[in-house]
């Protein structure tokens, strides 16, 4: 999702721009895009922007394996910022394919772009036996359950860490999945844009997903980008 918000005029609410589903609140323009489009205004203006790209797909399993989950898109939120008058394509991401059977990741998520900026995709869930890890991406995917005498499968880390400055996007890694203390054969959770995803839960219970960050962009507060669960075998 790309949702854009700016000021309306002073005498009557009408928008300043086209593009995506447009609603008004609290003095605000909103556009909300669920799909691919393009924002047009026809003169500058000042925006908020909240980026949000497209989560990982879980890990395959089959018998006794356990896939790990898909990490979530990474988010990225602007506030006050100058946008010139023109023309913008928006891509909003898509979510990754799960992994087919065993050993088969699931596929990164596709990033969103607009504004000159891009929101990485989550990194797919690992699976056994040779894509055990998880695969980085806005949040990592977690790792698989696959083998008790072989070592750990780690989730993988996120390529837009939560940091100060919010250019940098929310992001955090996937859970682990560790054979030697995991009998119970489960995967770990991906990494949401809020925390980071559980290890490997018991009783072939896969570990939660992340959690996401909230944003009232839209006039209400909105969880986005949550990590997929781990899959227990």
């Excluded at 489009?37 to 026809?42: D, H």
């Excluded at 929310?170 to 770990?188: F, H």
Aim: proline share 3%.
């Amino acid at each position: 999702v790309i949702i854009v918000r700016y000021q309306i005029g002073k005498v009557t609410a009408i928008a300043k721009a086209t593009g995506g589903a447009i609603s008004y609140y609290g003095g605000k323009t909103i556009h909300v895009f669920t799909s691919s489009g393009t924002f047009i205004n026809a003169a500058p203006l000042t925006v908020d922007y909240l980026i949000v790209a497209g989560g990982g797909g879980g890990g395959g399993a089959k018998e006794t394996v356990a896939g790990g989950g898909g990490g979530a898109g990474a988010v990225i939120y602007k506030t006050s910022s100058s946008l010139s008058n023109g023309s913008y394509s928006l891509v909003v991401g898509a979510g990754g394919q799960g992994g087919f059977a065993n050993n088969e990741a699931g596929t990164t998520g596709t990033p969103s772009t607009g504004f000159s900026l891009t929101a990485d995709g989550g990194g797919g869930g690992g699976s056994y036996p040779s894509a055990k890890n998880g695969l980085p991406g806005g949040s990592g995917g977690g790792g698989a359950w696959y083998s008790s005498t072989v070592g750990s499968a780690t989730g993988a880390s996120s390529s837009s860490p939560d940091t100060v400055s919010p250019d940098s996007g929310w992001g955090n890694a996937g859970g682990s999945a560790d054979p030697s203390a995991n009998p119970s054969q489960s995967g770990g959770g991906g990494g949401g844009a809020g925390t980071v995803g559980s290890n490997w839960a018991s009783s072939g219970v896969g570990g939660a997903g992340g959690g996401g960050q909230s944003f009232s962009i839209s006039g209400s507060s909105v969880t986005y980008a949550g990590g997929g669960g781990g899959g227990g075998s």
